[in-house]
């Protein structure tokens, strides 16, 4: 289950720019807005050091990462969610995806056109997050249309369920409350919702700032960042910054070159493996291991999901005709250093059904179907 991540902006804030270097491709990253029409997408493997240590301890023939697939969302402007620009298109692109990276210019430069003519990280956010707002009570009032009939007249049961809820959404929206920032619901009506509405607000959402290559080391001094830290604070989410030129000569350099400039900059690692972090604490997503001589693999799974959820990521079959999986995690491996050791030490577990998968678990599922 790779997770789908969506990035958006403005025009010429930076996202083609974060995108080639997150993909190492070459997406046109020219000085004028929709420079990117269709949505450029890119694969990308995981950073992960135990699918790294475990790949030298088995000496596989494959080696694969969990991935992430990024999606390069042409700039936005005002009146998108009217069809503005090329809105409807964006718009229908970011409703595909998991989770939403929104692009935020934090830097001065009279060389890079800003669509606003002005820098202001404030605006901007309010600009993209105003358009989702608008494209979400679109879809709403649509749907309430649908409903208000039956839940008014005919009292049907499930209509005035619906209508509840829809009515919650469109009260927050109308006052420029993301649909993900909606307290009156519950956990019930949320699941009602993310089944059934596709909204762009509800989808999780990191900031990245976009700052100066010069800022990099003193980036909490400078008041274009401080306002976009001060938005996702209110909005109880998190703002990486990153410098997108930056990222993009860290793409172009070898592994050992990269970590060399890494710390000529006084940090372990780059922004982007930050943002893929975020990404996946955001999500609740975590990593099982399957290990062999064949193949080590990194998977993605949701926190709290069962074994055979687990086993049914890797394949279907596996979920249907799931026995039992046999698990130990991956600190008792770099501990024990050999999986008979783990045997020994009895600390190889047989688990059934009910068993909840942990982070860092190394499974072998048995199956019949």
Not at 31 to 53: E, S
Not at 170 to 190: C, D, F, S, W
Not at 268 to 295: M, P, R
Not at 336 to 358: C, M, N, P, R, T
């Amino acid at each position: 289950m790779a997770l789908k991540v969506g990035i958006v902006g403005l025009p010429n804030v930076g996202k083609s720019t974060l995108f080639n270097a997150i993909t190492l491709s070459q997406v046109e990253a020219a000085n004028y807005p929709f420079a990117t029409i269709n949505p450029n997408t890119g694969v990308v493997g995981v950073p992960d050091p135990r699918l790294n240590f475990l790949s030298k301890a088995f000496s596989p023939q494959k080696t694969i990462p969990a991935t992430v697939e990024f999606v390069d969302i042409a700039g936005l402007v005002k009146g998108a969610s009217k069809g503005e620009g090329l809105g409807n298109k964006f718009l229908a692109h970011i409703r595909e995806c998991d989770a939403i990276i929104e692009v935020v210019r934090a830097f001065e430069s009279s060389e890079i056109i800003h669509v606003e003519n002005s820098v202001d990280p404030k605006r901007d956010i309010e600009i993209i997050n105003f358009e989702l707002i608008m494209a979400d009570i679109e879809t709403l009032n649509k749907r309430r249309t649908k409903v208000e009939t039956k839940a008014r007249v005919n009292k049907d049961k499930d209509a005035m369920y619906e209508l509840e809820i829809v009515d919650i959404l469109l009260e927050a929206l109308n006052q420029e409350i993301p649909a993900r920032l909606v307290k009156k619901l519950n956990n019930t009506q949320l699941e009602f919702v993310l089944k059934n509405y596709f909204l762009l607000t509800i989808k999780p959402l990191i900031y990245i700032a976009n700052i100066a290559d010069d800022d990099y080391q003193t980036y909490q001094e400078n008041p274009l960042y401080l306002a976009v830290e001060n938005v996702a604070k209110k909005e109880n989410t998190i703002v990486v910054p990153v410098s997108c030129a930056i990222e993009q000569e860290l793409s172009l350099l070898e592994q050992s070159e990269r970590h060399e400039y890494l710390e000529s900059l006084g940090v372990s690692e780059s922004g982007l493996d930050k943002v893929i972090k975020v990404a996946y604490n955001l999500l609740g997503l975590q990593t099982f291991f399957t290990v062999g001589k064949d193949e080590v693999k990194a998977w993605t799974f949701i926190k709290g999901m069962t074994a055979p959820q687990c086993a049914g990521v890797i394949h279907t079959d596996f979920l249907r005709g799931f026995i039992k999986a046999e698990v130990y995690h991956y600190n008792d491996y770099v501990a024990l250093k050999s999986e008979q050791a783990i045997k020994d030490a009895g600390k190889l577990k047989i688990e059934g059904k009910d068993y909840i998968v942990k982070d860092g678990d190394i499974m072998f599922f048995r199956f019949n179907v």
